[in-house]
Nanobody
Framework: QIQLRESGGALVEPGASLRLSCTGT????????????MGWFRQAPGKEREFVAG????????FYADSVKGRFTISRDNHKNIVYLQMNSLKFEDTAVYFC?????????????????????WGQGTQVTVSS
């Protein structure tokens, strides 16, 4: 079990950049933060939650939704128990509540498709609004 807390959401203008952070806390002696695959999802008003980006437990492989490729970057610092989402060239359609998520731990391996369905732990979300 891992607890997740997001931060960094804000109101920004189109074209701006923003970095979201997610801190993970786990009390398990073996399945520590660095054993969890992590992801970012978002939900816009009136829409279903959608996958944005994911990163494997070791940080060497990441995946992105087509809508954010080339603009967003997911990264993690396993020493600080933090996963980041760097968002550049923000657009109106990026407006949403952004959720941090984690899988069940245990150093799972995923494909671009499977990581989107692997998350079992969720944060409360942070609001990102892109408006002029």
């Amino acid at each position: 079990q891992i607890q997740l807390r997001e931060s960094g959401g804000a109101l920004v203008e189109p074209g701006a950049s923003l970095r979201l952070s997610c801190t993970g806390t786990t009390r398990h002696a073996v399945w520590t933060f660095d054993t969890y695959a992590m992801g970012w999802f978002r939900q816009a008003p009136g829409k279903e939650r959608e996958f944005v980006a994911g990163i494997l437990w070791h940080g060497a492989e990441s995946f992105y939704a087509d809508s954010v490729k080339g603009r967003f970057t997911i990264s993690r610092d396993n020493h600080k128990n933090i996963v980041y989402l760097q968002m550049n060239s923000l657009k109106f359609e990026d407006t949403a509540v952004y959720f941090c998520a984690a899988d069940a731990g245990r150093q799972g391996h995923y494909t671009d498709y499977s990581i989107r369905h692997a998350m079992e732990n969720w944060g409360q979300g942070t609001q990102v609004t892109v408006s002029s």
